[in-house]
């Protein structure tokens, strides 16, 4: 393995798994550090890489990137043989580029608030960039329902990976609602093989049960 290859800082447990998929999609040689909760991110070793003391990190050319959102986005770019990101002058990098920050800002700052019972009361709806709960999901559901079969159209991108795994996780943890776009959508992403082979591989880094 090239030492230009990337490092990536994971835990099977994380949004680490979304970076993976990334990784998978790309097709690419790269080194996994598996950090465990505590011990592992809290180390001054790994602190010095991510301050924050979270996974997923990913070191790749002398610079850390940090964030599931902006390793997606910098992964694309940065391995452009993979067709995962639309060119600068292409008319698609917009919508690109409008899905990535719409499902890291809104739609991750709703369904954590949701699940944590911290939405703000009507009135105050205009004080945080998501509004309310519901018109996320109304904007969420509307890319889902675009999605034909990607967000993009025919042209799979980093941004069916970053959108479609808040969609996915969110599914399967029951913290966005079951509606039939997000659904089939999901299903599409999950028949992709990069996406079986990353899952396989984070189940296979799971701690064994009792």
Sequence with gaps: MASSDPVFHTNPMS??????????????EYTTVVQDYG?????????????MGKVPALEHRGVVITEAAAICAYLADAFPQAGLAPAADDPLRGPYLRWMFFAAGPVE?????????LLPPAEKAGF?????????????EQAAASASPWLLGDHFSAADVYVGSQVDFGLAFK???????????????RARE?????????????????
């Design 128 to 140: 945080v960039g998501y509004g309310s709960f519901e018109q996320t999901m109304d904007a969420l």
């Design 175 to 189: 913290s966005i609602p079951e509606r039939p776009a997000f659904t089939a959508w999901a299903e599409r992403l």
């Design 15 to 28: 949004r680490g798994r979304i970076v993976r998929w990334m990784l998978e999609e790309l097709g690419i």
């Design 39 to 51: 011990t592992g991110m809290k180390s001054p070793e790994y602190l010095a890489i991510n301050p």
């Design 194 to 210: 990069a996406y079986q082979r990353a899952r396989a591989k984070d189940d296979a880094l799971m701690p064994a049960k009792d």
């Design 109 to 117: 700052a709703a369904v954590t608030a949701n699940s944590l019972g």
